[in-house]
């Protein structure tokens, strides 16, 4: 029986409160009005100007040196034209001509100088308010991300973690429809971490409720003022409208929950009864979950994720949300089994398990890289507006964390797993899971900022806040769960083939 540890215990609440005052530092620096942004903007381009005036002033001086010359020069035709007198009285009636026609040209000049001046000034006007209205308009737009910022964070913390419950409890569920033989002895582990589904499915809804009461503006097709001008948002309003979106998620969240429920009464009651029925009821259960899974999980990542970039879209996204954090299940499983085992539990685990999670960890790993290759190529090399303009966005102003992705969730898991003695070492699975988790938190949040934030993004106290109070928060629960249960499974038909797993 596992006992939640003090230190570990009290480690998950100093992370809750050190991710509540930076959730809440972020929130109370967001600029409230568009002065503050133009403060912010200024200091980001103080020094950009006075190059102009210093290329005007050699300019000027150009001038007035070439009118110097133009005067020296006249100067030395008319003493020479003083040589004769008739040249002279040549010279002298082109003088006066030449006087007579600049009198005029003055005059001219003279008359028109007021409308010309008129009119420059009124087109001067003009563009100082076109670009005057630009300013504020972009002023506004920054505004807006900015604002969005801290509210960004706690989503992108807020889903990475439930997600990641979900994808626990999903690979318990296919252990019990596959009627694998080798993950028994972890059952006890995937139950008491997936217990985070129903605290993170209520933190997530609250979100979704938040953003539907505009307290934010992370879904775009949520603002009637942008649909209302928008004719590609008005023609999916028919699947995208708040009620519908809310009546999806209540749906999903309550079905993953309550077939967790279901599973985790039967588990428990084939441990004090004995009564295969309930190992078979399991086994159903799992069949019936996956089905419901398939479906909604990719609706979810449609709603949740991909409409918030309202205008792209993708035919296997669903697929490359549920690699990225079904992979991520797969390495907590595998990180929370060496933890409990160092504590001299889980005596029946051995490295054959710990070996069979870290393939896990590795097939998954070249199975999300195959998925982000495919919508990447396919879509780069096509070079449809439409669709290229998701990842230029992303390479542009994100390039650290989307090319940093890359390596964390691809390169360095597939160096530090590919051996097959690596994946029987802890020291190497901790370093490997340790990437993936970082790698996948930066994919979801490569996958929400843009298109809430834009160019706006920097990590800051409100995304370290966020990972901070939802990885606390994630520990609490999950552990709390693990110890309210054997760790070991009884009465099950698949146990004793799982304790003498050895190959």
Known sequence: MYTFSGKLKSFSVILMVLGIIGIAYGFLTAPKTVEEVEAILSEQHHGGHGAHDAHAAPAHGEAKAHEANTASHDAHAANHDAHTATATAVTNDSTAHAADSTDAHTAHVTEAAPAHAEATTHAAKADTHDAHAEHTKHLEHVLHQLQNKPWAAVYVGCIFFMLISLGIFTFNQIQYAAS??????????????????????????LMLVASSAHLNHLFIWMDADVVAND?????????????????????????????RMLSRRNSLALDETGDLNYYKKNFKLAAGYLVFFIITESIMSWDWIMSIDTHWYSTLFGWYVFASFFVTAVTIIALSTLYLKNKGLLEFVNTSHIHDLAKFMFGLSIFWTYLWFSQFMLMWYANIPEEVTYFILRIEEYNLPFFGMLALNFLL??????????????????????????????????????GTVGASWFIGAAEIGSVLFFG??????????????????????MVEESKHFHY
């Open 180 to 205: 694998a033989g080798w993950s028994p002895v972890l059952f006890r582990v995937m139950e008491g971490l997936s217990a985070y589904l129903l605290p993170g499915s209520i933190l997530f809804f």
């Open 231 to 259: 004719t590609i948002i008005q023609g999916k309003t028919g699947f995208l409208n708040i009620p519908f979106f809310l009546i999806r998620a209540v749906i999903f969240l309550a079905g993953w929950n309550i077939f």
């Open 413 to 450: 898991p597939i160096l530090l797993l590919i051996n097959t003695d690596f994946k029987r070492l802890s020291w190497i699975i901790v370093m490997a899971g340790t990437c993936i988790i970082a790698g996948h938190y930066l994919d979801f949040f490569n996958m929400i900022m843009p």
């Open 472 to 493: 606390g928060l994630f520990i609490f629960v999950g552990f709390s769960a693990i110890a309210k249960a054997p760790l070991l499974v009884k009465n099950n038909p």
